[in-house]
């Protein structure tokens, strides 16, 4: 393709993100929670028409990642003990999850490439609790999205990803940095504006924009660092694969930028690894390393 006819982030994705919408389920679950007169049975009502969604959000409040005591039975529990916002989050990762399919296993296998993207929603999210953050489920569904514009990349122009994918197995070039060259933004740039045409929040579509570049985030830099660092993890550990054929590196002001010391990392690391057979189980079933 020549220069002259490749394609903008905005052309990228137009089509894809009117093609591959969110559930409408989605959309009436979010007008609901933002409508001040709903009430939790209003909303768990909403969530319980959608089955298999309602039985992943209940084995994900009850599996270890969440931690209660006490058995969650219902949604309405899920939605009262977990929170509105929060399910609200786990019904978009999920919801997400359900949209991409049918992606050439040319392009990538959607299996592993989910298993990365939760690996990195399972770092975000220990180090958003290691920060004391509030709303954890925001910075695991940022981690499970981080990765989404590249979808939208394989679907709308296939044929020129393949080229850089075969590109970076040949060279060993970083694919975020061979996009940046041949398109002039990477895919972290086109899943924050399909997020953000979806009507996504800033404090979920910002980071996933700028994980590659935290420095460059104007409102939710400290997002952006905690995306950086659990990509960079969820690729150390080699857990599923997104295209990305190295460990991309890592921006070494994220410590300052956290305000957490590099000796952290090994506990980082040991949390994921430690969470992450469980709760790809929970979401997909099956050998969690396959």
């Not at 009436?28 to 969530?47: G, Q």
């Not at 994900?60 to 969650?72: M, R, T, V």
């Not at 990538?108 to 220990?126: I, P, T």
Request: aromatic share 8%; glycine share 6%; hydrophobic share 40%.
């Amino acid at each position: 393709m020549k220069r002259s006819q490749r394609i903008g982030v905005d052309q990228m994705v137009h089509d894809v993100a009117t093609i591959h919408s969110l559930p409408m389920f989605y959309t009436r679950l979010s007008e609901a929670i933002d409508h001040p007169r709903s009430s939790i049975a209003d909303i768990a009502k909403i969530i319980s028409e959608d089955q298999g969604l309602t039985a992943r959000i209940l084995k994900l409040a009850n599996s270890p990642l969440f931690g209660y005591f006490s058995k969650i039975e219902t949604i309405t529990q899920a939605v009262t003990i977990i929170g509105v916002l929060q399910v609200r989050d786990l019904a978009l990762a999920l919801s997400v999850m359900d949209v991409f399919a049918g992606i050439p296993e040319t392009l990538v296998n959607m299996e592993q490439f989910w298993r990365h993207s939760l690996a990195a929603g399972l770092a975000a999210r220990h180090l958003a609790t290691s920060q004391r953050e509030s709303s954890l489920e925001r910075f695991f569904v940022a981690g499970i999205l981080h990765d989404v514009g590249r979808l939208v990349m394989y679907i709308r122009d296939p044929d020129n990803c393949l080229h850089l994918l075969e590109r970076c197995r040949e060279t060993g070039e970083l694919l975020y940095l061979a996009e940046r060259d041949f398109y002039g933004f990477d895919h972290a740039e086109v899943g924050g504006a399909l997020l953000r045409r979806w009507k996504i929040p800033p404090r979920v579509a910002e980071p996933v924009e700028r994980h590659h570049h935290c420095q460059k985030a104007e409102h939710y830099p400290r997002e952006a660092g905690v995306l950086h660092l659990a990509d960079f993890v969820a690729h150390a550990l080699q857990l599923g694969n997104s295209g990305e054929p190295l460990v991309p590196t890592l921006d070494q002001t994220v410590w300052e930028r956290l305000n957490i010391s590099c000796h952290y990392l090994p506990t980082l690391v040991q949390q994921v690894d430690s969470t992450f057979s469980e709760t790809i189980e929970v979401l997909f079933g099956g050998d969690a390393r396959a």
